[in-house]
């Protein structure tokens, strides 16, 4: 066996979980969603940048500015899910390094200088981020929905600003009826990993 | 208690997790990262589409390839992790798309026609995927050192192509002797969670 973590932690987190395509009516609350956080904000980034950023979609008014963003698809699902979570990155991460990174203070100006660095670091690390978030949020019992279809300008203007890029939208709840197709394949690890 | 997975689980993906500068010799087989990716594989991406690479550092040769590219914090715990995989984004994925989406095959010609978007892509969902990988290791019993700090266009010349793209470099094995400093800061949850 060459896993520490059980089976039932692996089948919770990787094998068993699906992205699902329709909510039951149980709330999702804030505080589930900080103790997600809480969890997960020790994944690790490139210099602890720490760049994701959370924007819940709560309110009934929030959520109907929303809507018109994204895709015909994906649309219904996010009209009926008990949350939606923007995840976008914080393309000025670095005026927080002196405090994260307290043994490297001088980190933002010797790697994050220009904005176009900082930009493909914090894309790169809020992804990682937001990859950590999501088996958070299926480690506190729940499914997430993450979607890259919607219109990235508009859902940066009506929620956020010049210095946060959208990065995905997830939708958070319990499966409900129908919530799943079959499992698409995955790669093969003789297709993915080269020894040299 | 608001998670599903339990304490120990948390603490070993999380909370107890850190990234080690040095390792003990144990080795870290290639067994061993075939079953992490076998598990880590069903991490979602966008369309499915799994761009993540792997490239194992096995050889003498292949180490004594890559310590010249590495910086100079990163070259000495490079030359002695047990094991050190390259991880990649594939900016052709969209190759495989009609075998890993089979409800949607014509996906590639839709959203990933163009080059500057597959690479785009590429590099948000191997991102993840890498995130998936880091706590797959740690999942394995084993801990994961990740790296930015290396000449990525040098070690993408050395061990890739034009079309993979180097996304991080890590090193694997068991902690060794002062393997740890302080754990940096994260940001508190209030200063990175809105609701609207």
Redesign the interface.
Known sequence: M?????AA??D????E?R?PQTFTADPVT???????????????T?H?Q?P????????AE?RERLLPYMSDRNRPKTATAPLTALLAADNEFHQ?LP?????LPQAGDLFYAQRSAREH?A???A??????F??GV????LA?G?M?GFDAAGVQKE?LDDDHTP??IINIGRPGPDAF?PR????D?DE?????
Chains 1, 2 share one sequence.
Do not use: W
């Open positions: 060459p896993f520490v973590l059980d932690a692996q919770l987190l990787f094998r979980a992205t804030d505080e589930q969603v900080r103790a997600i956080y809480d969890l997960v904000k020790y994944g690790p490139a602890n720490c994701l950023r959370i924007t819940l979609i709560r309110s929030a927080e405090r994260l990174l307290p043994h670091s894309l790169v690390n992804s990682l981020q937001a990859a950590y999501i088996l299926r480690a506190a019992g997430a993450p890259n929620f990065l995905m197709g698409a394949p995955r790669l690890g993915v990993i080269t020894t040299v």
